[in-house]
């Protein structure tokens, strides 16, 4: 029985020849590994079908050896060898009802064929985009363009035969040949393929009739298309060149797929865009087209879902990162489960992972890409094996993580937390600026917790080892954290410690002390945290200072592609910001920062100084406990385990992860 508020989410909508059981729609997203690890990338798509996605589709496709992307994955349909690996992934998300979209792709001067070692291809000779070679694409003649459609074409016949339902054209982030060839900045062509918006747009309209020719009997044929470019009358706009290409090929594809460009702007995170945040810039698309219209926002709400469907913004609710988060939100949502969706708080870590080349995680989900290779389910564990009672202190991400698995797989768990309210540095953290939407990792386990009858939750309840002792526990669990170490540690791997005066570290700035004056952030650490304590003390009324030993500031932040929005942002707030700067010395008011590259020393006036270096365990109840085996033996204790930033500081993704798992090995 589906819940009657939500009733027009579940309705089937044809996309030309197929029909999608409902409006759920996950985009082509990444991975990480790709066709390096094609079961598991298969295990992955197969939960999220079986939550309830009426429609899964892939990453990218390679179509041919010159389309080659590496280091970066993809998966690759170039050859009818690599139609059996598909295949295996379509048979799973057939299997639970829903349909299996391929996004087909070249990505023009992004492909620098690193391991085919060919020739790169563009519609003119340009350097490769986000390559650190200089190396340049060659100028594509009509051969080059002719082989291109072919080896689409054969692509997509491939892709038909694999058992996909619905196949992509793509052109959207910047890096697909096909928005290359509609890009001013990258044509300057003097042919049929040039000048004009229309002649432009030629290779685009024939890849789609290519395709349809090909494969529109029975797979539909979907074009992933950015209609903003946020480059002004240099690129696409929503009201200019994006919406007059949606009219020059309206009635071409049978589903469009809007967004924006590039990847930076179409997956924002929390911090720069709130939910539904893409609809200014794609809710003309459906006036300009008779065509189902998918699109993306990082959508979690059911009732802002429904909006967009009603006021004809989209037909299909697309999602990437709140899949991930939650491959069970559409199952959740028909059954009016609302509370217990498992939301995207828009962190970005998931990408991070595919930049880093390795599979992608999930600081909400942590069963994430462990689906395949560990068996693990994001809503069921198996049951428990005995009927100890564990005590776990410590009420973070590890400690709530740690006893909501345990508590589902049936054990009575005890969760002591010292501070007055649960969820330890995710609370405090999400204090800082922009980045409110994180406490989602502390409600929903906090959430779920609350409704089992096997969890007793303490608040305000700071243990010592006598404590733990005396709780009557058979399992022990220490989930106690981190703090911020308050003296500046070189990262150029001398590692030797410098001794300060009266510094100032983030747990000050999250307890609340707000320094004013002329205040130093010294970042260390790289991450996103030396950044956002910047932001905050200088919306505060402090005038920030903001240096770092690092070439560029807050180098994590590239890999969640927000590095540039969150540097243009403390620019614009007028903090100052020094590179390549080593902190040296701190007195008489004024802070000397030595130079990395060998330029003078620089010396400045300040107040304050709040150093970002890296953090220390705080393990000493552990150590405690574990000193003294016989006192454990006497209480009963058969084991203390820590867990989370008490054994080795981390994201928070990594705390959640490591108490799932040791909730699911105990």
Same mark, same amino acid.
């Given at each position: 029985m589906i819940d009657p508020r939500y009733k027009v989410l579940f309705e089937p909508v044809r996309i030309g020849p197929v029909t999608a059981p409902n409006r759920f729609y996950q985009v082509p997203h990444c991975t990480g590994v790709a066709d390096r690890a094609p079961t598991d990338v298969a295990a992955m798509r197969e939960m999220k079908a079986?939550?309830?996605?009426?429609?899964?589709?892939?990453?990218?496709?390679?179509?041919?050896?010159?389309?080659?992307?590496?280091?970066?994955? @993809? +998966?690759?349909?170039?050859?009818?060898?690599?139609?059996?690996?598909?295949? #295996?992934?379509?048979? +799973?998300?057939?299997?639970? #009802?829903?349909?299996?979209?391929?996004? !087909?792709?070249?990505? #023009?001067?992004?492909? @620098?064929?690193?391991?085919?070692?060919?020739?790169? +291809?563009?519609?003119?000779?340009? +350097?490769?985009?986000?390559?650190?070679?200089?190396?340049?694409?060659?100028?594509?003649?009509?051969?080059?363009?002719?082989? !291109?459609?072919?080896?689409h074409r054969a692509a997509a016949l491939r892709a038909k035969a694999a058992g996909f339902d619905i196949v992509y054209v793509y052109a959207s982030h910047n890096l697909s040949i096909a928005s290359h060839f509609l890009s001013r900045r990258f044509n300057d062509r003097g042919d049929e393929y040039g000048g004009s918006l229309e002649n432009r747009a030629r290779l685009l309209r024939e890849l789609l009739e290519d395709t349809k020719e090909a494969v529109g009997d029975r797979c539909a044929v979907a074009l992933r298309f950015a209609i903003e470019e946020f480059l002004g009358p240099d690129g696409l706009t929503h009201d200019g060149e994006g919406a007059d290409t949606i009219e020059l090929l309206k009635d071409l594809p049978d589903l469009w797929d809007v967004n924006l460009s590039d990847w930076s702007n179409d997956s924002q995170t929390s911090r720069f865009a709130e939910e539904g945040y893409q609809e200014p810039f794609v809710s003309s698309v459906k006036r300009i087209t008779g065509k189902p219209v998918v699109g993306v926002g990082r959508f979690t709400s059911p009732d802002l879902m429904v909006s967009q469907i009603k006021r004809g913004i989209l037909d299909f609710i697309g999602a990437a990162r709140p899949s991930i988060a939650d491959p069970f939100m559409p199952r959740k949502i028909a059954e009016g489960r609302v509370e217990d969706i498992r939301e995207c708080i828009g962190c970005n870590v998931c990408l991070a992972c595919e930049n880093s080349f390795v599979p992608i995680r999930c600081t909400q989900n942590p069963t994430m890409m462990e689906e395949g290779r560990a068996g693990w389910h994001p809503e069921t564990v198996p049951a428990r094996q005995s009927d100890d009672r564990v005590l776990i202190v410590g009420g973070g991400p590890a400690g709530l993580e740690c006893a909501l698995t345990l508590a589902r797989r049936g054990h009575h768990v005890i969760l002591a937390e010292a501070r007055d309210t649960f969820g330890g540095r995710v609370s405090r953290e999400a204090g800082l600026p922009g980045i409110a939407a994180w406490a989602r990792v502390r409600d929903y386990r906090l959430g779920q917790l609350r409704k089992l009858p096997n969890v007793d939750l303490y608040p305000a309840s700071q243990m010592n080892a006598d404590d733990v002792l005396g709780s009557g526990a058979a399992r022990i669990i220490i989930a106690t954290g981190s703090k911020w170490r308050s003296a500046s540690l070189q990262r150029d791997g001398i590692s030797r410690a410098i001794t300060l005066h009266a510094l100032l570290t983030p747990d000050d700035i999250m307890d609340g002390h707000v320094p004013q004056g002329r205040v130093l952030v010294h970042d260390t650490e790289g991450g996103y945290m030396g950044g956002l304590v910047a932001e905050r003390l200088q919306r505060s009324g402090a005038t920030v200072i903001f240096s770092t030993p690092a070439l560029v500031h807050s180098g994590f932040l590239a890999l969640t592609l927000e590095q540039n929005r969150a540097l243009s942002r403390l620019t614009e707030l007028g903090v100052v910001m020094f590179s390549s700067r080593e902190l040296s010395a701190v007195e008489n008011g004024q802070a000397t920062l030595v130079s990395t590259l060998g330029a003078d020393p620089l010396v400045v006036e300040i107040d304050h100084t709040v150093v970002v270096a890296d953090r220390v365990p705080i393990d000493g109840l552990a150590k405690q406990l574990r000193s003294d085996p016989d006192k454990l033996n006497d209480a009963g204790i058969l084991s203390v385990d820590s867990v989370g930033d008490c054994v080795a500081p981390g994201l928070i993704a990594h705390a959640v992860y490591a108490a799932h798992r040791l909730a699911l090995n105990f």
């Open positions: 079986m939550g309830g996605w009426g429609v899964v589709c892939t990453e990218n496709i390679e179509i041919s050896d010159d389309a080659d992307i590496s280091p970066y994955p @993809a +998966l690759h349909l170039g050859h009818d060898r690599d139609i059996s690996r598909q295949a #295996g992934m379509v048979d +799973l998300v057939h299997k639970h #009802g829903a349909l299996a979209g391929a996004e !087909l792709a070249h990505l #023009g001067l992004y492909s @620098a064929n690193r391991t085919t070692r060919r020739t790169s +291809l563009g519609p003119s000779s340009r +350097l490769l985009i986000e390559s650190t070679e200089p190396v340049q694409a060659r100028a594509m003649d009509r051969w080059d363009i002719r082989t !291109l459609r072919h080896d």
